[in-house]
């Protein structure tokens, strides 16, 4: 409980805090809960979790929801880190839309479609002049929503998450003009499991 309270702390005090959490599922995550304004002058606190490992601006968001308490009371504060701690013990991911998720959570209207249409798919899985909008992980053959960034290949969360990480053999890290993972200080990288090519950008959803 004391914890709790020192992340309400440090929140109300520089206005965020991140998580002591490196990974999760095997993937390298950065965990936080920032504090801003609103354009109605209401205070809101964002979670999010999203990955560290891959490069680019635009890294992959695997869960993000925004609280806007009704009176900002420490009691409120609490119980919204007290949501945040419990959905990193309790969260899984999902396949389909390359998020995390917990459970208890009601559906979002995003993750229904996803749903609703994996199951319309099937219907047409089998005609070659109609092309859909959800394709096969190209490990596990379930529907997925997500591809990687670098070759567009298939894959789901799940098994990018499982994936065999393997030294970077691009220059060997003697080339200072180089930007290969090693090099950028990230000792090893994942290949796609289709075309063998360096998993550098992540996943594009």
């Known amino acids: 409980m004391d914890a709790i309270y020192e992340m309400l702390n440090l929140i109300e005090k520089h206005g965020s805090i991140t998580f002591p959490i490196t990974k999760m599922f095997g993937l390298s995550v950065d965990v936080s809960i ?9 205070s809101v606190y964002s979670f999010e979790i999203t990955d560290s490992h891959y490069r680019g601006d635009n890294r992959t968001m695997y869960y993000e929801t925004d609280f806007k308490l009704t009176e900002n009371t420490e009691k409120e504060i609490k119980t919204m880190i007290e949501y945040c701690c419990k959905f990193v013990a309790k969260c899984k991911i999902n396949k389909l839309t390359g998020k995390f998720y917990w459970e208890e959570q009601s559906l979002s209207h995003h993750t229904k479609n996803m749903e609703d249409f994996a199951k319309l798919i099937e219907l047409f899985v089998d005609l070659e002049h109609v092309e859909t909008i959800l394709n096969k992980c190209s490990v596990c053959y379930d529907y997925t929503n997500t591809k990687l960034k670098d070759c567009s290949h298939d894959l789901c969360l799940d098994c990018l998450s499982k994936l065999t990480k393997k030294d970077c053999e691009q220059c060997g890290g003697n ?4 930007c290969c993972d090693r090099c950028l ?19 594009d959803d």
């Open 34 to 42: 920032e504090k801003y304004i609103n354009n109605d002058k209401v």
């Open 175 to 178: 080339d200072p003009m180089c």
């Open 185 to 203: 200080g990230l000792e090893t990288i994942s290949t796609c499991p289709v075309c063998r090519e360096y998993i550098l950008g992540g996943l």
